[in-house]
């Protein structure tokens, strides 16, 4: 069973960087494309970022485009979100989670819509950003 262990977030100012990080152990999660999600308090969970299996194809929600920053590393079974420019409406537990594709180029698929389709998920992190 794949699991997945988050670590990386923190207290930040306006303006600075963390790299948070995605562990997957129990099995490889070569074959998994990885989101990051996000929920902040009062507020529903919101898709941040997502990158396939291959690696190539990656996708952003419109707030931390030009921000943030996904991929991944194979050898290490990680995905990494680089988040840069943090304003304190990035403030939220953010997670990981993991879901499989199938049929036709599955390797090269990213979706932050079905959201019920990523069947992992981590236990989240938390970041700040204080203003």
């Known amino acids: 069973q794949l699991q997945l262990d988050e670590s990386g977030g923190g207290l930040v100012q306006t303006g600075g960087s963390l790299r948070l990080s995605c562990a997957a152990s129990?099995?490889?999660?070569?074959?998994?494309?990885v989101g990051w999600f996000r929920q902040a308090p009062g507020k529903e969970r919101e898709g941040v970022a997502c990158?396939?299996?291959?690696?190539?194809?990656?996708v952003y929600a419109d707030s931390v485009k030009g921000r943030f920053t996904i991929s991944r590393d194979t050898a290490e079974n990680t995905v990494y979100l680089q988040m840069s420019s943090l304003k304190p409406e990035d403030t939220a537990i953010y997670y990981c989670?993991?879901?499989?594709?199938?049929?036709?180029?599955?390797?090269?698929?990213?979706?932050?819509?079905?959201?019920?389709?990523?069947?992992?998920w981590g236990q989240g992190t938390q970041v700040t950003v204080s203003s």
């Open positions: 989670a993991a879901r499989l594709f199938t049929g036709t180029g599955w390797r090269d698929r990213a979706t932050l819509s079905e959201v019920s389709d990523f069947g992992a």
């Open positions: 129990g099995v490889t999660g070569d074959y998994y494309a």
């Open positions: 990158i396939s299996v291959s690696g190539s194809r990656t």
